[in-house]
């Protein structure tokens, strides 16, 4: 078989046929044939921040803007940071003003905060809230206008300044993707940008940074990296340079995310570390499905942490989507480590919803969107907003917005 034969085709899940569908902003560019391939350099390993300067200064850096939150300071990373961007004479200005779920108006603080102080290169210290304000900062450094004229895909004209992005959780993948997500809490929306401008320019993965974090946060991020990983492998943009990583990430979680929660041993944070590194280079270039499209207004109308909704969406997601793509359930039925012996591929993917419920069993997550606040009379409006999501492009099916409502009310 030639190297093309082997290369999923890009299909169309039928959501660009549907009456009613508005097209999404800058959408040409995944309706074409054409597959590409885009991760930032990586720098991994325990202690991994010491290089911070070394990697500011190879951008040309001289005045450093630091994206962070009260969190991570107060766990003494940027402490540790700025101390080795002083060792290489780097300055830096650090703006701390970023929550969970980070704002549109945030984004804008920080760009005045940036142009003021004459910084010329950017880092995001933190989990998927400060790296997604980094890269909406630097969008608008050098692009004119707001956040939201940049909500689409591949709307940014003008390149972004040098982005360094250092996680500290192990799951948003934002270190190493296209995406920034941010939030309009007046319309209580979030705001999804996909762009190649918005790839950083280094990933630098330190596991030492993981130690400071709750097992509540570990257990969602982690959940969050499962759901890139599925997402991407089941995605209608998926190929051959995506598949490997969106498995082993699978793999991975399915070794150390619980251990990572009960023990946060250095082994198995490293390996939540690389799970979601794999998960990010795979949903960065394969996109994502219908469980993000479904997270997202859940976390603009309820400020509900990402990772959390996506645990609870996610096995009622795939036992939605098994029916549509049952050869590449079957295959993460066996990264998940489920007997498939003498199964055929339905009978395969049947395991995985299980898999998954186990798992969040084992973590201590909720099940239910009551739980979390999720009102019925809301239902609707969510299911309208998801239905019109970016992420529902690449699921294996298109689920229309009444579809979409009692999905939701299945899991109230
Ligand atoms: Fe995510």
């Known amino acids: 078989m030639s190297i093309i034969g082997t290369v999923h085709p890009i299909r169309n899940n039928g959501c660009r046929s549907q009456p009613g569908y508005l097209g999404y902003r800058g959408m040409a560019t995944l309706e074409n044939d054409l597959l590409k391939f885009d991760i930032p350099e990586i720098v991994y390993g325990?202690?991994?921040?010491?290089?911070?300067?070394?990697?500011?200064?190879?951008?040309?850096?001289?005045?450093?803007?630091?994206?962070?939150?009260?969190?991570?300071?107060?766990?003494?990373?940027?402490?540790?940071?700025?101390?080795?961007?002083?060792?290489?004479?780097?300055?830096?200005?650090?703006?701390?003003?970023?929550?969970?779920?980070?704002?549109?108006?945030?984004?804008?603080?920080?760009?005045?905060r940036y142009l003021e102080k004459k910084c010329d290169v950017i880092v995001g210290l933190g989990g998927g809230s400060p790296m997604d304000t980094a890269k909406g900062i630097a969008i608008l450094v050098h692009n004119q206008g707001s956040i939201h004229d940049y909500v689409g895909c591949n709307l940014i004209t003008q390149p972004i300044?040098?982005?360094?992005?250092?996680?500290?959780?192990?799951?948003?993948?934002?270190?190493?993707?296209?995406?920034?997500?941010?939030a309009d809490p007046k319309k209580k929306l979030k705001l999804t940008i996909l762009s190649r401008a918005i790839m950083p320019d280094i990933s630098l993965i330190d596991p030492?940074?993981?130690?400071?974090?709750?097992?509540?946060?570990?257990?969602?991020?982690?959940?969050?990296?499962?759901?890139?990983?599925?997402?991407?492998?089941?995605?209608?943009?998926?190929?051959?340079?995506?598949?490997p990583h969106a498995i082993h990430c699978i793999e991975l979680v399915f070794t150390h995310l619980v251990n990572a929660v009960q023990t946060k041993s250095m082994d198995s944070l490293e390996g939540m570390a690389i799970a979601s590194l794999e998960a990010g280079i795979a949903f960065s270039n394969a996109i994502l499905?219908?469980?993000?499209?479904?997270?997202?207004?859940?976390?603009?109308?309820?400020?509900?942490?990402?990772?959390?909704?996506?645990?609870?969406?996610?096995?009622?997601?795939?036992?939605?989507?098994?029916?549509?793509?049952?050869?590449?359930?079957?295959?993460?039925?066996?990264?998940?480590?489920?007997?498939?012996?003498?199964?055929?591929?339905?009978?395969?993917?049947?395991?995985?919803?299980?898999?998954?419920?186990?798992?969040i069993a084992a973590l201590g997550l909720p099940r239910?969107?009551?739980?979390?606040?999720?009102?019925?009379?809301?239902?609707?409006?969510?299911?309208?907003?998801?239905?019109?999501?970016?992420?529902?492009?690449?699921?294996?099916?298109?689920?229309?917005?009444?579809?979409?409502e009692s999905m939701y009310r299945e899991i109230i």
């Not at 992005?165 to 997500?181: E, L, R, W, Y």
């Open 161 to 182: 300044p040098p982005l360094i992005c250092v996680p500290t959780t192990a799951g948003t993948g934002s270190d190493v993707s296209q995406f920034a997500i941010i």
């Open 208 to 243: 030492k940074l993981l130690t400071t974090k709750s097992t509540e946060l570990i257990a969602a991020t982690g959940m969050d990296a499962l759901t890139h990983a599925i997402e991407a492998y089941v995605s209608s943009l998926a190929w051959p340079m995506t598949d």
């Open 289 to 359: 499905g219908a469980v993000h499209a479904l997270a997202h207004p859940l976390g603009g109308l309820y400020d509900l942490h990402h990772g959390l909704a996506n645990a609870i969406l996610l096995p009622m997601v795939v036992n939605k989507n098994m029916e549509h793509a049952p050869e590449k359930f079957a295959a993460i039925a066996n990264a998940m480590g489920a007997e498939t012996r003498g199964k055929d591929v339905y009978q395969a993917s049947a395991c995985v919803p299980e898999k998954i419920e186990n798992l």
């Open 46 to 112: 325990i202690g991994a921040l010491s290089s911070i300067g070394d990697c500011a200064q190879r951008l040309g850096g001289e005045r450093v803007f630091l994206v962070t939150d009260p969190g991570i300071v107060e766990a003494g990373w940027v402490d540790e940071a700025l101390r080795f961007l002083k060792q290489v004479r780097l300055e830096a200005v650090v703006y701390d003003n970023v929550v969970t779920n980070p704002r549109d108006y945030q984004v804008d603080q920080g760009v005045q």
């Open 368 to 404: 239910r969107l009551y739980q979390v606040g999720v009102k019925p009379e809301d239902i609707p409006s969510l299911a309208r907003q998801a239905s019109e999501d970016l992420c529902m492009l690449t699921n294996p099916h298109c689920y229309l917005a009444e579809e979409i």
